[in-house]
Each structure stands twice: as C-alpha cells, then as structure tokens.
C-alpha cells in the first residue's frame, strides 16, 4: 500500500548515495521485504550494513537467520558491539530508528541522507537507545534561579 511505497522511498532517499546506489537499495529492501523481514529491522540492516562498511546483504541474512526458530535473529546488541568507536560515533550521528525519518518527513522537516542532526542544546541521551523526550530535564526549566 501507500504506507509502504512512503517507508521504501525514505528508506532509499536515506540510504542511497547516487543514482547507481538507488537501484541497489531498492533491490536490499525487496529482498528485505520478501524475506518477510518488516520496516524496522530493514532499517536497522540498511544502517548497519552502512556503518560496519558492508554490502553482502544476503550473507548478512544468512548468518542471521536461526534454523531451530525459523526466523531471523539480528543480535542487535552483539552487532553494536562488534563496531568499531568510529563506527559507533557515526551510528550515533545517524537517525536512531525509521519512525524518526518518517516524522521528520510528515513534518515537512526531511534532510539529506546522512546528515548529521542538527544539535539542538538538549544534549545526547544518557546511554546508546536510550530516547530523550521533549521534556525537560533537571537545569532545563529555566527556574533554578
């Protein structure tokens, strides 16, 4: 559906850095999808294959997969570990999660693939995936006279 058609254009505009690489990012994300694997973890594979500097998808997917399950088990937590500092300060510059390009989207706030986010004075979350809300934290009120 339409829903779908919107996550694969954004996905592609996010992941693909010129006109050759659209194609193969289309492509990732059709085999993606038919492997049954949903939006989120699409994304979560298309980052990771980016960061780590990878571009063996379907080896990626085949390590991943669990024969005894009958399902794909990514390890995302053991994944994040095996980067490298580089690697992690570049997956920290990088939209966390596909909700986060999909609001910036229907906001009409999109932005270059991989540009870094824009710092807005409220800091960095406390630990890796951790998400900050809106609301203010302690010194942040402005009432601490």
Not at 9 to 30: I, K
Not at 77 to 100: A, F, M, R, V
Not at 112 to 126: E, I, T
């Amino acid at each position: 559906g339409r829903g779908a058609e919107l996550k694969i254009q954004l996905l592609t505009a996010e992941f693909a850095d010129g006109v050759g690489a659209v194609e193969t990012v289309e492509a990732d994300l059709g085999t993606l999808i038919e492997a049954g694997v949903g939006f989120g973890d699409a994304f979560r594979i298309q980052l990771f294959l980016e960061v780590a500097g990878l571009e063996d998808l379907d080896g990626f997917l085949d390590a991943a997969w669990d024969e005894g399950a009958g399902e794909y088990d990514f390890g995302w937590g053991e994944l994040k570990k095996s980067l490298t500092e580089e690697q992690l300060e570049l997956l920290e510059s990088l939209p966390k999660n596909l909700g986060q390009i999909v609001s910036a989207e229907k906001r009409g706030h999109g932005r270059p693939a991989h540009a870094a986010s824009v710092d807005d004075g409220k800091g960095k979350p406390d630990s890796p995936g951790q998400q900050r809300t809106d609301k203010p934290g302690k010194g942040e009120r402005g009432d601490d006279d």
